[in-house]
């Protein structure tokens, strides 16, 4: 079993849907990180966080440290949102790796 | 630099080929990373440096891989004899220290046919 589990694997919306993509893990953490990553294109960093809640424009990401659970929300999804959205931890004890999932391929039609 | 940026972009070796993917970094920034990213799949772990020493290579599949930072700056990722399974994309990642954010660069494509 991984680590790192997302869910869903593929998530279809209409624009302007509100979209949630799950991420649990097994593992204690120091920190966990929400990803985007466009097709043929780089990694970029949305989120890091280790309790509570952040949110970055349409982009809201929670965490619950005692279910071993965390959400990532996109409120009035865009086309240009289409990417996959990939979860991962920093297992902390002095390891600053990241464990990622196997992220989830969204796609905002118009 | 405004980013994390590696060299090249793609490379295609034959079977057998050694290879040599390059990567620098944010200026400044400490920790350094190598991930494999197969196609369809979740990057991996392959091996961690901070400043010029390497913390942590458990990812690396083989002898056949070897990084290095010699100045704490610039890494290079070799592959020694490359085989069809090392078909991927190589990510570098950049921190400014324990346990910031990571800043990604673009990736290395490599297909070995």
């Known amino acids: 079993k991984n680590e790192v589990e997302q869910s869903p694997q593929n998530l279809t919306a209409q624009e302007g849907e509100f979209i949630t993509i799950n991420c649990s893990y097994s593992v204690g953490i120091s920190a966990l990180h929400w990803l985007q990553q466009h097709p043929g294109g780089g990694i970029v960093s949305l989120f890091m966080l280790s309790s509570g809640k952040k949110k970055h424009g349409r982009l809201i990401a929670t965490i619950n440290i005692q279910e071993k659970h965390s959400s990532l929300h996109i409120t009035a999804s865009h086309p240009r949102d289409s990417a996959v959205y990939i979860c991962?931890?920093?297992?902390?004890?002095?390891?600053?790796?990241?464990?990622f999932g196997k992220g989830t391929k969204l796609t905002v039609n118009p | 630099g405004a980013g994390v940026s590696q060299s090249p972009r793609y490379k295609v070796a034959k079977r057998g080929q050694d290879v040599a993917l390059r990567c620098d970094p944010i200026s400044g920034h400490v920790s350094l990373f190598w991930y494999q990213q197969a196609l369809g799949q979740g990057p991996e772990f392959l091996t961690y440096?901070?400043?010029?020493?390497?913390?942590?290579k458990s990812g690396l599949p083989s002898d056949r891989f070897f990084a290095e930072r010699p100045e704490g700056s610039v890494s290079t990722l070799k592959i020694q004899r490359t085989q069809q399974e090392d078909s991927a994309v190589y990510l570098c990642?950049?921190?400014?220290?324990?346990?910031?954010?990571?800043?990604f660069g673009p990736g290395t494509r490599l297909t070995v046919l």
């Open positions: 991962a931890v920093t297992k902390g004890g002095g390891s600053e790796k990241l464990v």
């Open positions: 990642a950049s921190s400014r220290s324990q346990n910031n954010e990571q800043f």
């Open positions: 440096f901070q400043n010029e020493a390497q913390l942590d």
